[in-house]
């Protein structure tokens, strides 16, 4: 179909106009806020950061062991009832289990019987203190005369010196006795009962229940090969890193390390190196390194694979996203950044080094800039022409 002369110029600038129009939309994309979809992107401030030194190491997270605890039975008895599960999480105080103790009642007498004792030597030692204390007076105080009384009396007071002394000593003697009964006493009762009928153990910490070798009716006491619950804090977890004879000097303790792992794509996690353990008994000879990392959002759990990547510590501190953020056309790559809630536009970034996981953003982000973490390949394919 042929257009008259007239018509075509203003046709032209109409499909300009139009191609224009449509490549502008690809560079801006729009999402109602607080959607499933926007949240997926994850948007995240980016703040300059240590540069990264090498490719990230594997490693696997695990409880962190100085904050387990393990709960032994103090007492014997039958379990009548449990109140915890592996996987709950408990508070400080809860109830993990009930007993049917018979050796209840002895167990309180004991108790009563020692206090008993020990008020008694209390109170004997605090007499013969007293006593031996009086018996201290000085010599001088006995009279300045010189005769065969007098000579008496510093004898009499001699002897009742030393017998004050032996008294003391014995009631010292009798008192650290009756306190370590007391002791022995109470560490049978280091959960003390509700009730004579059903005596409770409670839970010493607040933590995960990742343990459990106690079952109803079980008779248990004092001794046992493995504790009835393994209590683990998991807010606080240890990633350990096998190091190899290739790896000489890629970790060293104190340094800083970004830390990411697969079941949270984007999200790095920063801390440092806590120590590194020599591995002795191994052919070839290794090392291990420990990371302590806080988690107290519980987004990570143990036996979680985790990837560790060094950072340079006395470097410039740099700008870096993760892989995940980053979309490329061709020779171009570019993120998306959140310039107005729900608002995200395309910007093109140049690169510096790269790794597994992260890239150094060299130009086109500044500090501060939110950038959408996630969700790449929907956006690269929505931001298509």
Request: charged share 25%; with cysteine.
């Amino acid at each position: 179909m042929k257009y008259p002369k007239h018509l075509l110029l203003p046709l032209f600038f109409c499909v300009y106009a139009t191609h224009a129009a449509a490549h502008q939309d690809t560079d801006v994309l729009r999402y109602p806020p607080n959607t499933p979809q926007f949240s997926a992107l994850n948007i995240t401030v980016i703040n300059p950061s240590l540069r990264p030194l090498s490719e990230p190491l594997p490693g696997r997270i695990a409880y962190d062991e100085e904050r387990i605890s393990r709960v032994d039975a103090s007492v014997a008895g039958r379990v009548t009832r449990i109140g915890a599960k592996p996987g709950d999480a408990v508070y400080r105080g809860q109830t993990l289990l009930e007993l049917d103790m018979p050796e209840l009642g002895a167990a309180l007498d004991d108790v009563a019987k020692a206090d008993a004792e020990l008020a008694q030597y209390r109170a004997a030692y605090e007499r013969a203190r007293m006593l031996f204390e009086r018996q201290m007076i000085p010599h001088a105080h006995l009279g300045g005369f010189q005769s065969e009384l007098h000579s008496a009396k510093i004898h009499r007071h001699s002897e009742l010196q030393s017998i004050a002394r032996r008294n003391l000593d014995q009631a010292l003697m009798d008192l650290a006795k009756a306190e370590a009964a007391s002791r022995r006493a109470r560490m049978r009762l280091d959960n003390p009962p509700q009730s004579n009928q059903f005596p409770i153990l409670h839970a010493p910490v607040s933590g995960i229940i990742t343990e459990r070798n106690v079952n109803p009716g079980m008779q248990i006491h004092p001794g046992l090969s493995k504790p009835l619950f393994v209590i683990s804090d998991p807010t606080h977890l240890w990633i350990t890193v096998e190091l190899t004879e290739s790896d000489p000097g890629k970790l060293r303790t104190g340094q800083s390390v970004a830390v990411s792992v697969e079941a949270h794509p984007g999200q790095i996690f920063m801390t440092k190196v806590e120590n590194i353990i020599e591995i002795t008994d191994s052919t070839p000879r290794r090392t291990r390194a420990r990371v302590i990392l806080d988690n107290p959002e519980g987004h990570l759990r143990p036996e979680m694979l985790a990837r560790v990547t060094p950072l340079d510590d006395s470097g410039q501190p740099v700008l870096m996203v993760p892989t995940s953020a980053l979309i490329t056309e061709g020779k171009r790559t570019f993120v998306f950044v959140e310039t107005a809630p729900g608002e995200l536009h395309k910007r093109t970034v140049q690169l510096g080094s790269r790794t597994r996981d992260f890239s150094v953003v060299e130009s086109g982000l500044h500090a501060g800039d939110r950038v959408a973490m996630n969700g790449r390949f929907n956006l690269a394919t929505t931001s298509r022409p």
